[in-house]
């Protein structure tokens, strides 16, 4: 069994040692204090993060895809993650996908023993045929989970890219993967309970990776969320206003663009600076590769 008590998660924060004895408002407080290393830790790890992010931006362009594998509410970031993706960038659902140990039951109950098998990692890996056309992360505040660490083997043996996402410096006979992000948020007010500053920045990571690759993919335009396809109230209204944003249009007129372009933002936007029918402005963003930019000029 791997000795964790030198771990940085699992080491006592001495500002928290009362805890059980502070008010409510203390508490709060000491929490709100500790959760500003979170984003200072991500900060520290920015350069590894923009790393990984060209590296998942290079295997989704090229048609691979981004998997995510964690344990516990490592697992639970990285399945949340996923899920965003497709109502955010439009993406294929199957583009990126998150796997936590113990499986879709484990998404909304605790099954903290499942995370300590490296096979069942590995085949994880397995049952969603990894190529080397894919990117795999895997993500473990604690540093050591097996689940995750015989995943990651399992990807590097069928060529992928590997990401590992952690909270704690390089232990002993850590493997090496193809990019490492260490965000050090330091000792957990309640100790070892990762969901806390681990977890804030773990999300703040997995945000940062699928939205600086989508991003390089054509995904927006300036800072809208461009590549929208509206199927709702909701996004009909959005694709609207980003429709008359971009085009310089009364709303009225932007409207009238998105229905003929039957929601689609992008289409729209085309249709506007370029005339021509919803087809033609299609072909001309497939032949930009769907970038906004490349396709208005």
Wanted: some cysteine; aromatic content about 4%; proline content about 3%.
């Amino acid at each position: 069994m791997i000795d964790r008590s030198n771990l940085l998660t699992e080491r006592r924060l001495p500002i928290s040692m009362g805890l059980d004895a502070m008010s409510a408002a203390a508490i709060v407080a000491t929490m709100n204090k500790e959760d500003r290393n979170a984003v200072n830790a991500v900060a520290a790890a920015c350069h590894d993060v923009a790393a990984g992010a060209e590296l998942i931006a290079e295997k989704l362009a090229a048609g691979g895809r981004l998997i995510y594998v964690g344990a516990g509410s490592s697992g639970r970031l990285g399945v949340l993650d996923a899920s965003e993706c497709p109502p955010t960038f439009r993406s294929d659902p199957s583009q990126v996908i998150g796997l936590i140990a113990g499986g879709n039951e484990a998404m909304f109950k605790a099954r903290e023993g499942v995370e300590d098998s490296a096979a069942e990692g590995a085949a994880a890996i397995a049952g969603q045929n990894v190529t080397d056309k894919d990117a795999v992360c895997g993500i473990a505040a604690g540093g050591t989970t097996p689940f995750v660490h015989g995943a990651l083997a399992e990807a590097k043996k069928r060529g992928a890219a590997t990401l590992f996402v952690t909270c704690v410096e390089p232990f002993d006979g850590e493997p090496a993967y193809h990019v490492t992000i260490r965000a050090l948020v330091g000792p957990e007010v309640l100790t070892g309970s990762t969901r806390l500053k681990a977890g804030t920045a773990t999300k703040l990571i997995l945000n940062q990776l699928t939205t600086a690759a989508f991003v390089k993919l054509g995904k927006c335009y300036e800072n809208l969320m461009v590549d929208l396809k509206a199927t709702n109230a909701k996004l009909w209204d959005r694709g609207g206003r980003i429709v008359a944003t971009v085009c310089d249009l009364p709303q009225e007129k932007a409207m009238d663009l998105m229905k003929a372009a039957e929601g689609n933002v992008k289409v729209a936007i085309v249709m506007h600076h370029r005339g021509g029918t919803a087809m033609a402005a299609q072909q001309k963003l497939a032949a930009c590769d769907g970038r906004l930019r490349d396709a208005i000029v």
